[in-house]
């Protein structure tokens, strides 16, 4: 062969090499870009919501009846053979339980059950809840004392069911004055309160009333 194709031979040869070696060049540089791409962090999936809270349920309202008819039976069954298991005076007040035709299923106070015939008994008002502490309604304008005097006054104040105070009793007078100590007590007896509820009834209760001169 003479040395053009030598040469031409040698070309190819040195393409070949060379190609191959680009394609090593090239390989090699992927891998050094992969090796070199961080690791991306993992997925992390949102909380769950939170389920919306209960619905507050009301508190159940006990019913009530009043007797209408003067010495009304309570009987054991709804019918009137039934045994008599109380008797009851007109305006008493029942919790009702339920009903059976016209027969109404009464508690009385003392905790006996049974069972009354509707038509002598009429539906009462819910029971209001029992009080926490007196309310005052309506209480007079405070004077302060014109003189020397200084000190404390309690006062103990019998409240009637309807709110009204009935009774005062000086319990302590560090300001040494009669006078200061009337005074205190006329403020008292002018106050007036919210009937006190027990048990769904309205109680007197004692009122301590402190006075600072």
Request: charged share 20%.
């Amino acid at each position: 062969m003479s040395d053009g194709t030598r040469d031409s031979v040698g070309s190819k040869a040195r393409r070949a090499v060379l190609g191959g070696a680009g394609w090593a060049v090239a390989a090699a540089l992927v891998l050094a870009a992969c090796a070199g791409t961080a690791t991306p962090p993992p997925v992390t999936q949102p909380a769950a919501p939170e389920p919306p809270p209960a619905p507050a349920v009301a508190p159940e309202v006990t019913a009530y009846v009043r007797v209408a008819g003067s010495k009304l039976s309570v009987r054991e069954a709804p019918n009137t053979s039934a045994r008599t298991v109380a008797k009851v005076a007109r305006g008493t007040r029942l919790e009702k339980r339920g009903e059976a035709g016209e027969w109404v299923e009464v508690v009385l106070a003392s905790g006996v059950a049974g069972w009354v015939s509707g038509r002598y008994v009429t539906a009462d008002a819910p029971c209001p809840p029992d009080s926490v502490e007196p309310e005052v309604v309506s209480a007079p304008p405070v004077g302060f004392a014109s003189d020397s005097q200084h000190g404390r006054i309690v006062i103990e104040g019998t409240v009637t069911r309807a709110g009204d105070v009935a009774l005062v009793e000086v319990k302590e007078n560090t300001t040494g004055s009669g006078d200061l100590a009337q005074r205190a007590s006329a403020e008292l007896r002018q106050m007036k309160f919210k009937p006190y509820m027990r048990a769904c009834r309205a109680v007197p209760f004692i009122y301590v009333f402190t006075r600072n001169f």
